[in-house]
């Protein structure tokens, strides 16, 4: 990165709220040139080294911090740029560049890449589809498998957390109504039913 590119950047980040140093550490010989996203990013909801996200890549002894689950991690011994997940993509294709602002764009509708997907957690990072071939079918996959695996994202209350925001604009005809959530509403299992178990 060119210096004024990086000096119109910082001001960017600044404002932003994550600079230079959160991912990189302060400049010296503790300086990272090639941050892991999971140093930050450190699990789900039910496994994380203290939170699902952190606002500083360093741990307080100012080393890069190990994360206590890898569901969100580049895989060992590759750098961001190569590493590849959900059906071999790189997870550039669905996050984009680092560097960009914010820093990291979500893909997160089926759509734009299958026609229909039947899976419960088949998805990204264990995700499940979405829209109203969802709102059918989860029932049944709680059901069946019970809605534990549901709170890693959901939450150990099952009232939503940062990994179970909606990704758009959302709106959905069901029996309990007409819900709609706006764009980034963490969804829990009570933003419909009347507690975790269905009423
Ligand atoms: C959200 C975290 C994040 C922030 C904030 C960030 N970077 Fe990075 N940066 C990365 C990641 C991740 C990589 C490595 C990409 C890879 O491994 O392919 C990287 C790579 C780099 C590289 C290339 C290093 C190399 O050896 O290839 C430079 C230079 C760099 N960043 C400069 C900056 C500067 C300057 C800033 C502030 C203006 C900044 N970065 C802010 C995450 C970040
Ligand atoms: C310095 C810690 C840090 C690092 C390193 C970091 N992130 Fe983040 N990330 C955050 C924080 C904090 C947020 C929440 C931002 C907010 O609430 O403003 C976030 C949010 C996100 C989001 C959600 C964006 C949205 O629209 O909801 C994605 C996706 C993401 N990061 C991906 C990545 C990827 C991919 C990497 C590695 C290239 C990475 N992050 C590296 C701290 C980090
Ligand atoms: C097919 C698209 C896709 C690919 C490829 C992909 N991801 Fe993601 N990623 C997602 C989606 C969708 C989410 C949002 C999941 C959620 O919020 O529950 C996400 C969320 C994230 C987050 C943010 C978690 C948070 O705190 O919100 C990180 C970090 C991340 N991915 C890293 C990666 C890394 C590293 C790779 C490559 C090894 C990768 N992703 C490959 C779609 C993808
Ligand atoms: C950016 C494109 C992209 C997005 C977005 C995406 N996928 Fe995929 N997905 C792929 C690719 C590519 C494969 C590998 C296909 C193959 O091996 O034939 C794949 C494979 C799968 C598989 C393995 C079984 C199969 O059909 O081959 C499942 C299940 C799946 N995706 C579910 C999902 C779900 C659910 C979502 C949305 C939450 C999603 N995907 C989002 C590109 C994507
Ligand atoms: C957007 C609204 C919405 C959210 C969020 C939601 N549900 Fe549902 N749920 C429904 C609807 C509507 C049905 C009935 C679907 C059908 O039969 O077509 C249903 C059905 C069910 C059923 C089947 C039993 C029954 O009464 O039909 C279970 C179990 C269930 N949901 C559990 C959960 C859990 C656990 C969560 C959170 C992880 C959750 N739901 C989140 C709307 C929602
Ligand atoms: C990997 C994280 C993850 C897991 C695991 C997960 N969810 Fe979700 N869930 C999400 C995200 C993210 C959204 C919001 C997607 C959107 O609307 O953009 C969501 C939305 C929903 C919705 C509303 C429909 C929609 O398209 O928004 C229902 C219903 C739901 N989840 C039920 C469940 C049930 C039941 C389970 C367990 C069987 C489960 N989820 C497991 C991340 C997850």
């Given at each position: 990165m060119c210096l004024l590119a990086a000096?119109?950047?910082?001001?960017?980040?600044?404002?932003q709220g994550l600079a230079c140093d959160a991912c990189h550490g302060s400049p010296g010989p503790g300086r990272v040139a090639a941050p892991l996203c999971?140093?930050?990013?450190?699990?789900?909801?039910?496994?994380?080294?203290?939170?699902?996200?952190?606002?500083?890549?360093?741990?307080?002894?100012?080393?890069?911090?190990?994360?206590?689950?890898?569901?969100?991690?580049?895989?060992?011994?590759?750098?961001?740029?190569?590493?590849?997940?959900?059906?071999?993509?790189?997870?550039v294709t669905c996050h984009g560049e680092p560097h960009q602002q914010?820093?990291?764009?979500?893909?997160?509708?089926?759509?734009?890449?299958?026609?229909?997907?039947?899976?419960?957690?088949?998805?990204?990072?264990?995700?499940?589809?979405?829209?109203?071939?969802?709102?059918?079918?989860?029932?049944?996959?709680?059901?069946?498998?019970?809605?534990a695996a549901c709170r890693k994202c959901h939450g150990t209350d099952e009232r939503g957390t940062v990994l179970s925001r909606a990704q758009a604009e959302r709106r959905f005809q069901t029996r309990y109504g007409e819900k709609r959530f706006a764009r980034g509403t963490p969804i829990g299992c009570y933003s419909c039913h009347a507690g975790p178990s269905p009423a």
């Open positions: 000096l119109a950047w910082r001001s960017l980040a600044a404002a999971q140093s930050c990013h450190t699990g789900t909801a039910l496994r994380n080294s203290g939170r699902i996200r952190f606002r500083s890549a360093m741990d307080e002894s100012g080393k890069p911090r190990q994360a206590a689950d890898a569901t969100f991690g580049v895989p060992l011994n590759l750098r961001y740029a190569q590493a590849t997940g959900h059906g071999g993509l790189k997870c914010p820093h990291a764009r979500v893909l997160a509708d089926c759509a734009p890449c299958h026609q229909k997907v039947d899976t419960i957690e088949g998805g990204p990072h264990g995700l499940h589809p979405l829209g109203e071939q969802w709102i059918a079918a989860h029932g049944l996959a709680v059901d069946e498998a019970g809605a």
